[in-house]
């Protein structure tokens, strides 16, 4: 079934009430203190914040992320905390109509009393809550007090009163709570990360005044989108404390300058919630584009409530226009599954996405902005916010819109089965509109997932025999299922975000069986839990990948934060506590290394060995995926981050820290990518473009490991098309290696254009352990260029094949980045790497350490 997205996106969400503070004069951001509940002692408390975070904070708990410390922490959990609130107001802060407190995110059961009144009680970290708290104010001192009631004692007898064990895998305890409570799933442990059950007010609150009327939400709807207009519509919600005549004014304007007055009209609000839905044009539309794509333009559009002629309140949004279609439906080859971008499709390559710390407070606006650098520096196009972590600060979709990479939302559910009472339900639809609501006017939002892997776990996971449920039980659980994932959460969308792409579960196909590869999206795990090498990449192809990944240790760097050289051992207690995939983990790692490469010869050449594993095996996963275009339109591969210090699939270590995995992904997902790949004893080689129009020349070359070529041949004049793979050149291999062993031949091509060499790739027809390679002399220069303060550059020279070349700092920052890494060199071949740090180049001289694939082998 085909679904059409016209929707107006939100980029820069700002409601600004001229009455209302801003978060710098908001009286809530500070001056908060904590307590735990049975004992009454208040400390001071850090907000927004989490239990752990403020303990830590007074060092009355270890690091959990430290050592063996995450079990020294789980005490926090079970018991109930208070956070409080002094201040002051003067008789004229409570002459306003109304005075309200914004909660904007409450981690999770929250009683909330203001002057000893209880004025609210909160049951998901996901819904922001608004109360008009003037009629509990009063002129002198006033009290702020939260209660948060532990998630384990809360939930408990939710679980000790089921008849049933929910079969939520993921959930790190003997028991599984976390399917009761409407928090982080993540917060109770996954296979990347630690359980730490949070409390706390994990997002701001803020004290609001105003007078007669403030706008609450607007939407900006497409209506139609052409060349020609726009049609729109601003659905504005207003709430009234004083019914009466009103102006609602619609302004615009583009980096270009202001646009002509966009809509102007009377309105008679009544007292409370009022919903106004005002059509307005923008001409000649300038269209928001994905990276790589085009501009990701946004327009500023502005609505401003007026009386008396004197605007009183105003809503500031800056807004993309375009047009997203995702098309899963029937064809010949089975069920397809691409985007469509304005009407062109367009192939996804990106990553899954998890939250970036357990303690989310400590996610800065700086983080945001740094992974989306990441993501561009990276060539994506679109990141998956898993259903097992939360639905992002508005940042995060802020600097999507701008950045132009799409956002496949899942809804926050994955692994399991959950309840279906009409409480968990209500609290459920509650918390879908309030997150469709925030989101839904983002022009990187494309589509929205209604969990992870449960649909496909009902079918294929063993669930009713394993957990010996009944036919009873068992047909109760799928009904239950069907009422959430296919009506409540599908007709929230519908309700809130007419025409959205919503489906019930990713992936749509297992990948136990070939059909499965034929149909939408797949999750393919047979590389890691099926134990099946690297090459099942190149056969397990789906129409659109959405999972797949691979394990590595973080560098040495990362392991130094929570490792002594005592616990270098990757059975170490310390490593095993950091490996949070046991039943696999670490042994999976071992295996497969031996499998493609020689022994190291200790713990630091593990690790690096680890990373270059990884990196090869996704790589080929990438360039399987890319080479199937069209019939495979997306790779998103398991996961980009993480939220803690240990071995896990990212390309990006929890500092930020680039793994060789995220090189390799930055040079996959280029816009044009050379690909080799041996097909029914023939060497093909495939040119897949993007965008890239025009004529290209391939050079292929093979040579010997001293760099003497032994086979050459050129492609002149090859045309290539957008959104394309061609197989352009193949060759039978024993014409390449002229019968010399292929243990000893590099296979390397070229892509020219306009007479400059620009992407390249090298192949080898044998696994790396089959290699003898030389201990290659690496000539090493340091120096500044021009005005580039911000940057050393090292030029590396080599008389051998140097493969893998990783550069590392000792006592590295890890804002110090390099931009090219774990690369191969040629004999002969000289390169310069661009290193972003202040300091000077001698001084990275001789802290530069160069590692190769030959210097960390056991000889």
């Known amino acids: 079934m085909k679904y059409i997205l016209l929707t107006a996106c939100l980029f820069l969400t700002i409601l600004t009430n001229l009455a209302a503070q801003d978060n710098a004069n908001n009286p809530m951001a500070s001056g908060w203190e904590f307590s735990r509940a049975d004992e009454g002692i208040w400390r001071p408390a850090t907000l927004p914040g989490t239990v752990h975070t403020d303990l830590l904070a007074l060092k009355l ?3 959990p992320f430290v050592g063996t410390n995450e079990k020294a922490v789980q005490w926090v959990d079970k018991k109930d905390w208070q956070y409080r609130k002094k201040w002051k107001l003067k008789k004229a802060d409570l002459n306003f109509d109304v005075v309200e407190l914004e909660f904007k995110g409450l981690d999770t059961y929250a009683d909330v009393y203001l002057n000893n009144h209880l004025i609210l009680q909160s049951a998901n970290m996901f819904v922001s809550h608004i109360v008009n708290v003037k009629e509990w104010l009063v002129a002198g001192d006033n009290e702020l007090r939260i209660l948060f009631k532990s998630p384990v004692k809360t939930d408990m007898p939710k ?62 709807q497409q209506v139609k989108l052409d060349s020609a207009q726009a049609d729109m519509q601003a659905e504005v919600t207003i709430e009234a404390a004083v019914a009466g005549e009103y102006t609602l004014q619609l302004q615009g304007k583009n980096p270009h300058g202001l646009l002509p007055e966009l809509a102007k009209k009377p309105v008679s609000l009544q007292a409370g919630i009022n919903v106004l839905k005002v059509p307005f044009v923008i001409n000649k539309p300038i269209l928001w584009w994905p990276a790589g794509m085009g501009d990701a333009f946004l327009y500023e559009l502005q609505a401003n409530l007026q009386s008396s002629k004197r605007t009183i309140t105003t809503s500031k949004n800056s807004v993309g226009l375009r047009t997203i279609e995702v098309v899963n439906k029937p064809d010949s080859l089975g069920e397809s599954f691409y985007v469509k971008v304005n009407g062109r499709p367009v192939f996804m390559k990106g990553a899954n996405y998890i939250p970036q710390d357990n303690f989310l407070p400590r996610v800065t606006a700086a983080k945001q902005r740094k992974l989306f650098q990441d993501m561009v520096e990276s060539n994506f196009n679109m990141v998956r916010v898993w259903g097992g972590g939360i639905y992002e600060d508005d940042i995060f979709y802020q600097l999507a819109d701008q950045k132009g990479i799409l956002v496949w939302q899942d809804f926050m559910f994955a692994c399991t089965l959950y309840p279906s009472d009409p409480a968990f339900l209500e609290n459920v639809q509650q918390e879908a509109a309030d997150n469709i609501r925030r989101l839904r006017n983002h022009a990187a939002l494309a589509l929205w997932c209604g969990n992870n892997e449960v649909g496909v776990a009902i079918k294929n996971w063993g669930w009713e025999s394993g957990y010996a449920y009944t036919n009873t039980q068992w047909q109760s659980l799928l009904r239950g299922y069907d009422k959430l994932f296919k009506e409540i959460l599908p007709q929230q969308v519908a309700t809130y975000q007419p025409g959205a792409f919503y489906f019930h579960s990713s992936p749509i196909s297992n990948w136990g069986r070939v059909e499965d590869f034929t149909k939408g999206d797949n999750h393919y795990w047979g590389v890691w839990h099926g134990m099946e090498w690297f090459e099942a990449f190149n056969t397990h192809i789906p129409r659109f990948m959405s999972e797949y990944g691979f394990q590595s240790f973080p560098s040495m760097e990362t392991i130094r934060t929570f490792a002594t050289k005592e616990d270098y051992d990757i059975f170490s207690n310390v490593m095993q506590s950091h490996q949070k995939s046991p039943a696999k983990g670490n042994t999976a790692i071992k295996t497969y290394m031996l499998h493609y490469y020689r022994e190291p ?45 240990g071995a896990s699939w990212s390309g990006r270590e929890y500092s930020g820290r680039w793994k060789a995995l995220q090189y390799y992904v930055k040079e996959a997902f280029k816009p044009r990518l050379i690909s080799n790949v041996i097909e029914k004893g023939q060497l093909s080689t495939y040119i897949v473009t993007d965008e890239y129009q025009g004529a290209v020349s391939l050079m292929m070359t093979a040579m010997d490991l001293s760099g003497k070529v032994i086979w050459k041949d050129e492609l002149k004049d090859i045309v290539l098309n957008s959104n394309a793979s061609v197989k352009v050149h193949a060759i039978d291999t024993a014409a390449i290696l002229k019968g010399k062993k292929p243990t000893t031949i590099i296979f390397y091509t070229q892509l020219r254009i306009d007479n400059k060499d620009m992407e390249r790739n090298i192949f080898y027809f044998v696994a790396a352990k089959e290699m003898n390679l030389e201990t290659p002399h690496l000539e090493v220069v340091t120096s500044k260029a021009g005005n580039d303060r911000e ?21 590295a920052l890890a804002s110090e980045h390099f931009e090219e890494n774990y690369f191969d060199l040629l004999p002969g071949e000289t390169r310069t790497i661009r290193l972003q740090t202040k300091q000077l180049p001698e001084i990275i001289q001789q802290a530069l350490k160069i590692t190769t694939l030959e210097s960390s082998y056991k000889h």
């Not at 790190?172 to 993540?186: E, F, M, N, Q, T």
């Not at 940057?791 to 700092?809: E, G, H, P, Q």
Request: aromatic letters at 16%; proline letters at 7%; one cysteine or more.
């Open 61 to 63: 708990i270890p690091d």
């Open 159 to 220: 679980f000790l009163q089921d008849s049933i064990i929910y079969p939520a895998g993921n959930d790190a305890s003997d028991i599984p709570l976390s399917i009761y409570a409407r928090k982080a799933p993540y917060h109770y442990g996954w296979d990347w990360g630690p359980r730490l059950v949070t409390s706390g007010i994990w997002r701001p609150v803020y004290l609001h005044s105003w007078n007669k009327a403030t706008i609450r939400d607007v939407y900006w």
């Open 601 to 645: 010869k200790d713990f630091p050449s593990f690790v690096y060995l680890s990373q270059v594993l990884q990196a090869e095996g996704m790589k080929m996963a990438i360039e399987a995926h890319r080479r199937a275009m069209p019939y495979c339109m997306g790779t998103l591969y398991w996961q980009l981050n993480d939220c803690w210090p």
């Open 791 to 811: 940057a050393v550059y090292i030029r590396l020279k080599t008389d051998k094949l140097a493969r893998n070349i990783c550069l590392s700092l000792d006592n």
